[in-house]
């Protein structure tokens, strides 16, 4: 039986390097020794990944962040993302404090990916969604609506990485990839779309709702 750790592999690697340093350090007799344990600790708790409970409707959008909603724009197009007409947008900033691995959005299949180079501005400024290095991945669910969700690297977030593949088919809140050292999400959804969150609005990947298709469908 597979056992799931609490924690990223890359965590566990990483957190692995640093303990056998510090073991080394000790053995020396260098107070360095304890730092090393420290940061070892500290790495785990970055690199946390807790299990989620999702909802069980189909038709929701989930946040595929934990965070804090920073801004909330309807009306943008993207078109360096490909995107015209209009979508709204919803910003989550992720700080150093919360946990950095992403979560699909909805149940459906990945259409397409495209990875932007770029450059690392502060992502809670705008331009961070034009000229910051970013991963967009598009989905489209049975029900044929599409959602877009943008990984962006930021002035610590220097890596991005992504654990699927175009043409998979995902569950809704299954794990994605990670960003490292504070980062932000941006979601496109259809312009019609009723946005379930505010502003400021605390984010939990895998179960805070962001809207739901049902209530566009049923005239809500």
């Not at 992720?94 to 770029?118: C, D, K, Q, W």
């Not at 809670?124 to 969700?149: C, G, H, I, Q, W």
């Amino acid at each position: 039986m597979d056992v799931k750790l609490p924690f990223d592999k890359d965590g566990c690697r990483i957190a692995f390097v640093i303990f056998i340093v510090a073991v080394l350090m000790g053995s020396l007799g260098t107070n360095m020794g304890w730092l090393g344990f420290l940061m070892t600790a500290g790495c785990l708790a970055f690199f946390r990944d807790p299990e989620r409970v999702h909802p069980s409707k189909k038709s929701v959008v989930i946040s595929p962040a934990d965070g804090i909603v920073l801004k909330i724009t309807t009306g943008v197009p993207a078109e360096e993302l490909g995107l015209y007409g209009e979508w709204k947008k919803i910003s989550i900033f992720m700080s150093v404090f919360n946990v950095h691995v992403n979560r699909a959005p909805v149940t459906g299949v990945i259409e397409r990916m495209l990875y932007i180079p770029g450059r690392f501005f502060n992502v809670t400024l705008d331009k961070a969604s034009e000229y910051n290095e970013r991963r967009a991945t598009f989905m489209r669910t049975p029900e044929d609506n599409r959602v877009v969700f943008v990984q962006i690297a930021g002035l610590l977030a220097r890596r991005i990485r992504c654990d699927v593949t175009e043409g998979q088919e995902l569950e809704l809140g299954q794990r994605i990839g990670i960003i490292r050292f504070g980062s932000r999400v941006d979601v496109y959804l259809p312009k019609d779309s009723d946005i379930l969150v505010e502003e400021g609005q605390i984010t939990v990947a895998g179960e805070t709702v962001l809207t739901d298709f049902s209530r566009k469908e049923i005239g809500e």
